[in-house]
């Protein structure tokens, strides 16, 4: 075998390959198995983790020799002088303190694994400190204790703006409206949806007008509560009922009823006037104002409602009328249409919230059969228009409703997939003449054909007859026989109706994940630049009739149709630094700046690669081509990189990949051979082939893998060179670049002992929680002072709870790995937290802030560092525009980075900004806003802001300035890792490895049992112990 390190210019090739060896900068080529870290052999005083496995001899492989990547002077100092006699394990340039090791940092108590237990006890031992601030356990205490605005910021360039909030002008003297709670009832089992109770409700509202004197002057949200502009005539409650025909039921229709019971009166006044605190009772009028701006659009009392469907805080337009829907196949479709929310600005002004909105439906009116054919053919990428020879035996993907055979099924796979698209949605069944009926489908049964029932003969006796029988006996003979009935009703019933008879309802929203193409169609379609979308947002004021709204005038609500002016300030950039030389600093302009011909602040060793491909072998001379770009730039942005890999290897699928990783550790042992690194080379985007990547790479053998299309490979630019030399400098422990410190960074951020982190939770999908996914936490800090250099901790933990359940455990490692990196303990801590809802805000900050105050406890009692912790909000409907057009950056003229706002639209007294902190290239920027829930720091609002700002510069795999703090994107990439590892395993317990994933690439697999097993689960997501100090992740 011919080595790839001579001098001559061509690439080692082997069909299907094998690779020799691998390395991570001081890190082993490790196997994962369940059994646990083992300690293997130190060298050069270098001790590595490896979880070898009993049945891979080579699995084991590849102790790493060489030291870790040197990150320069600052916050560095030489780890040497942190070793003991006792020889701690060291990953990287980060300590790890064994079991009967303690650092200097560390108290008794402090080891590197803990059990709950003593976690509680540390958070017992810190309710007796005597701390800056006090341990808060009531939620309802936090909420009162959740930081005031210091000041409004002063720093940067002024910058008139306007924003997508609409002022509500409420009568002067305030209106009583008064509360009523409404239970609806019906005569069958089933549960009611809004829209049936919508329908029920104001069918009785119209049937008794000497209750009801003003139908407008009535407002229903579509569960319990309603609200009136004057007491009703009865006293403290009253049941009313009438005959209505619901579509779910019989067409005789069905005996409905409704229970109002009165529950007080709440005055609707202009709080701005009068309200000096968000905790005096503003939560409700703000419910009352939603409700009744979104009453005129939901009420088929009104004319206008039968354009628009309501979901929750948006209204659609129906399509049709020039109105027409997107296709986005799959039996699916995109409506636009917009939202509503009322809410609290500076000085308790009322204000309304109003966007765009986008959002798949299924196709209204959809055959079954049309249906099914669009699913199973968006599943296998398009129809086959290919002409048929022969019968199909089984299966209809690639076929269109109109090429279907009258034998035709499907296969067990189609089956399987066709009744999870199908289950809880509503169908309409009209083979009955004059009467149509509308059912929720349970699941997908066998073939009409085969799936048989009971029932009388003319003579009596009882029967077996299929289902395709019975139509053609009772309505009319079956086209498709053989294709799946659908269990309809309440599921103790056996109701089975042939697909071919069956239409899906309409309205129906699609509620569960689309695909990329979907997802990337609707992207495109609502990309419009922030001039068009601001005259967008106008127009759908004026479509939603505000000004002429009768149910606004009955409660006396006024909503301007003209957006609120307000400024914002401009904050300067900060300098960034790619080496020593003054030449070296680069200020970004306009979010972004240059780096092709930049040299890496710290670069990384990479002393031997190899490649995996999974294309054609005959596409050689094309990663000949790209080998020699990629070696060329990395070497001139400084990285110790090889011209040629040591192997290059091809495959096909799944099973070549595992293949190819197997062979490769176990050639690499045999060679005594090391390697950083292994790039795949991806014939498409295919996420069951990343997945697996990964899983390999990160839990199993412990190297670091980088994944490219081969279409970048054909024609390689600098630039793509350039932004994967970024990322793999970054896997191996080097730093691309790092602030330069200003006034305020370095005095806070910037060369200080600074703890940063990243916090994100991310929760399954409906889907996934039939399948039982937990939700997974992820936390990320710095390792350095830069701050550049982060680790991971993931933790799996129950479903649907927002607050990190171990987040003492997370962070208490994080505190460990900074002090062993930087030898200081942090002076403070800076908390961004993701993904929490106004709504959370107490629960969350009591629960994570006491666990990180107990992790500190458990580094030393007397250690009790200042902390702050912000909440990142990206999933939100404010936009902000320019009033000038000189002020406008880019082709979508949105605002410049490091626009912020702290007046005007915010809240009105708590302590959050608005921060658009990137250059917005495709359709119009959403800023984030950042809420400061806890603040022992004091910081000023232009201190906070300037670091918030200046963090979101340090997101090492572009040169441009993100949109949110890179710890939090860290932090969400970590966690959408970890979710993706966790889904695949879980799919293959429950499914037998027939889907979500192969078997073959995790070994054996637990049983149905343990997947319930929050250590099992965990097992799922843990990547070698090593990875935990790596950005495996980027």
Not at 295 to 320: D, E, H, I, M, V
Not at 738 to 765: F, M, W
Not at 915 to 937: E, K, M
């Amino acid at each position: 075998m011919r080595s790839a390190r001579t001098s001559e210019p061509c690439l080692n090739m082997e069909v299907p390959a094998t690779l020799t060896s691998f390395q991570e900068p001081a890190l082993a080529f490790v196997e994962n198995s369940s059994v646990g870290v083992t300690s293997s052999s130190a060298h050069d005083g270098i001790t590595t983790s490896s979880l070898p496995d009993s049945t891979d001899p080579a699995a084991s492989e590849l102790s790493n020799s060489r030291p870790p990547t040197d990150r320069g002077s600052v916050g560095q100092p030489d780890l040497d002088s942190l070793s003991s006699a006792s020889g701690p394990k060291r990953h990287g340039d980060v300590l790890l303190v064994d079991d009967n090791d303690h650092d200097s940092y560390s108290c008794d108590e402090s080891v590197v694994s803990e059990s709950e237990d003593e976690i509680e006890v540390a958070k017992a031992k810190l309710s007796m400190l005597k701390l800056e601030e006090p341990v808060i356990e009531d939620s309802h205490q936090y909420a009162q204790a959740i930081v005031c605005r210091p000041a409004v910021g002063q720093r940067g360039r002024v910058i008139p703006l306007r924003a997508n909030f609409f002022e509500i002008r409420i009568a002067d003297n305030g209106l009583p409206i008064h509360q009523y709670h409404a239970e609806i009832h019906h005569p069958g089992m089933r549960t009611l949806d809004r829209d049936e109770s919508r329908m029920i409700f104001w069918k009785i509202v119209e049937d008794n007008p000497p209750i009801f004197r003003q139908h407008f002057a009535v407002a229903y949200d579509g569960g319990h509560q309603m609200y009136t502009t004057e007491r009703l005539p009865f006293g403290d409650s009253i049941t009313l009922e009438t005959h209505v025909c619901l579509a779910r039921d019989s067409s005789r229709g069905t005996r409905c009823g409704i229970t109002l019971r009165y529950t007080g009166s709440i005055l609707l006044e202009d709080m701005s006037k009068t309200q000096r605190s968000l905790n005096d009772g503003t939560v409700a009028p703000l419910q009352v104002l939603d409700i009744v701006i979104r009453q005129a659009l939901t009420c088929p009392l009104y004319n206008k409602s039968k354009l628009f469907y309501s979901w929750k805080n948006s209204c659609y337009r129906l399509p049709g009328n020039g109105h027409p829907a997107l296709n986005l196949e799959g039996g699916k479709e995109m409506w636009t249409g917009f939202f509503t929310s009322a809410t609290l600005g500076s000085a308790f002004r009322p204000l309304l919230n109003v966007d765009v909105a986008h959002t798949a439906f299924y196709k209204p009116r959809m055959s079954c059969i049309e249906f099914l054919c669009e699913i199973l053919n968006e599943r296998s990428h398009g129809y086959d228009t290919r002409p048929q020879r022969g019968r199909r035996q089984e299966g209809i993907s690639g076929l269109s409703a109109d090429r279907l055979h009258a034998d035709s099924c499907l296969s067990t796979n189609e089956l399987r997939f066709f009744a999870e698209s199908m289950r809880g949605l509503r169908v309409r069944a009209s083979y009955q003449k004059g009467s149509v009926r509308v059912y929720r489908v349970n699941g997908v049964k066998g073939p009409a054909n085969v799936m048989s029932f009971p029932t009388r003969d003319d003579a009596g006796n009882e029967v077996m007859v299929t289902v395709a029988d019975y139509f053609a006996a009772r309505y009319h003979r079956l086209e498709f026989p053989s294709l799946p009935c659908l269990h309809v009703g309440p599921p103790a019933r056996n109701i089975l109706l042939p697909l071919e008879v069956c239409i899906l309802d309409s309205p129906q929203k699609f509620t569960r994940k689309l695909t990329d193409r979907q997802t990337s169609t609707i992207i495109r379609a609502s990309a419009v630049d922030a001039i068009q979308r601001e005259h967008n947002i106008e127009n759908l004021c004026e479509m939603a009739g505000f000004r002429d709204d009768p149910f606004l005038q009955s409660f006396g609500i006024r909503v301007d149709t003209k957006m609120i002016e307000t400024v914002g300030r401009v904050l300067p950039p900060p300098q960034i630094s790619y080496g020593i030389q003054k030449q070296d600093i680069i200020t970004p302009k306009d979010g972004a700046w240059p780096v092709e011909h930049q040299r890496l602040y710290v670069p990384a060793e990479c002393l031997s690669y190899s490649i995996f491909a999974l294309v054609n072998p005959k596409e050689q001379p094309v990663l000949q081509k790209f080998c020699q770009f990629l070696g060329q730039k990395a070497q001139q942005m400084g990285m110790n990189f090889p011209q040629w890999p040591e192997f290059v290897r091809y495959g096909r699928d799944v099973n070549d990949i595992e293949r190819m990783f197997h062979q490769t550790a176990r050639d690499y042992r045999s060679s005594g051979r090391q390697c950083d690194l292994v790039i795949v080379v991806l014939p498409s985007k295919n996420s069951d082939f990343y997945m697996t990547i990964k899983e390999l790479s990160d839990m199993r053998y412990g190297v670091m893998s980088q994944c490219i299309l081969f279409k970048s490979t054909q024609r390689p630019s600098p630039a793509t060179c350039a932004n994967l030399v970024l990322k793999m400098n970054m896997k191996l422990g080097g730093v691309n670049s790092r602030l330069v410190a200003d006034q305020i960074t370095a005095k806070y951020l910037v060369d200080r002992p600074v703890l940063v982190l990243g916090i994100d939770v991310t929760h399954p999908t409906q889907a996934e929680e039939r399948i039982g996914m937990p939700s997974v936490a992820a936390v990320v800090g710095n390792l350095d002072m830069m701050p550049q250099s982060y680790g991971a901790n993931v933790k799996v933990q129950r479903r649907c709870r927002e607050s990190v359940v171990y987040v003492t455990e997370a962070v208490r490692e994080r505190l460990l790995a900074f002090m062993a990196a930087t030898h200081r303990h942090p002076e403070r801590i800076i908390v961004y937290r993701d993904g929490v809802s106004d709504g959370q805000f107490a629960e969350v900050l009591r629960e994570e802030l006491n666990g990180i105050r107990a992790a500190c406890g458990m580094i030393s009692q007397d250690y009790n560092p200042p902390i702050t912790y912000v909440v990142v909000q990206k999933r939100h409907h404010a936009r902000i525009f320019c009033q000038n057009q000189r002020d406008m950056v880019g082709r979508a003229k949105n605002v410049p980075p490091g626009t912020t706002v702290d007046t005007g639209i915010v809240s009105a007294d708590g302590f959050d900004f608005y921060l658009c902190s990137h250059f917005g290239i495709q359709g119009t920027s959403r800023p984030a806003r950042y809420h400061v829930l806890w603040d022992d720091n004091k910081f000023s609002a232009d201190d906070l802001q300037a670091m918030t700002y200046h963090l979101c510069y340090t997101y090492g795999r572009c040169a441009r300035s993100v949109s949110i703090p890179a710890p939090v994107y860290y932090a969400d990439l970590v966690a959408n890792r970890a979710r993706c590892h966790l889904k695949r395993h879980i799919c293959d317990i429950r499914d037998g490895g027939s889907s979500c994933a192969t078997t073959s690439t995790r070994g054996p697999q637990p049983s149905h049992h343990e997947n319930n097993n929050d250590s099992q689960m965990q097992n799922f997501v843990a990547v070698t112990e090593c990875f935990k100090q790596r950005m495996y992740f980027v």
